[in-house]
């Protein structure tokens, strides 16, 4: 089991930044993938970021590129979203999720999930 817990959402103006952190634990997840995913109301949960674990390397969403980072910390063992130059369509809670191996961009793909946490970006 690989628990995950995320913190730092909030309210944010248009143009602004956020950074996102969610906690691992469990079971041994250095073969694993972390991923942030974002779900707005009445729309399907979206892959935003991947990274994995042990090789570092990463994977983003084309409406994210350049603009979000995802980065972890093997010491924290905590898995960051840094979000610049946010727009209100960037409005969702965002969740961290975590499956092994290989990086996917489908929801169903993983098999942990945390609790979710909420930003709102006002324009």
């Known amino acids: 089991q690989v628990q995950l817990v995320e913190s730092g959402g909030g309210l944010v103006q248009a143009g602004g930044s956020l950074k996102l952190s969610c906690a691992v634990s469990?079971?041994?997840?250095?073969?694993?993938?972390m991923a942030w995913f974002r779900q707005a109301p009445g729309k399907e949960r979206d892959f935003v970021a991947a990274i994995k674990w042990r090789a570092g390397s990463t994977y983003y969403a084309e409406s994210v590129k350049g603009l979000f980072t995802i980065s972890r910390d093997n010491v924290k063992n905590t898995v960051y979203l840094q979000m610049n130059s946010l727009k209100p369509e960037d409005t969702a809670v965002y969740y961290c999720?975590?499956?092994?191996?290989?990086?996917?961009?489908?929801?169903?793909?993983?098999?942990?999930w945390g609790q979710g946490t909420q930003v709102t970006v006002s324009s």
């Open positions: 999720a975590a499956r092994r191996v290989l990086i996917q961009t489908s929801a169903h793909e993983y098999d942990y």
């Open positions: 469990g079971r041994t997840f250095s073969t694993y993938v």
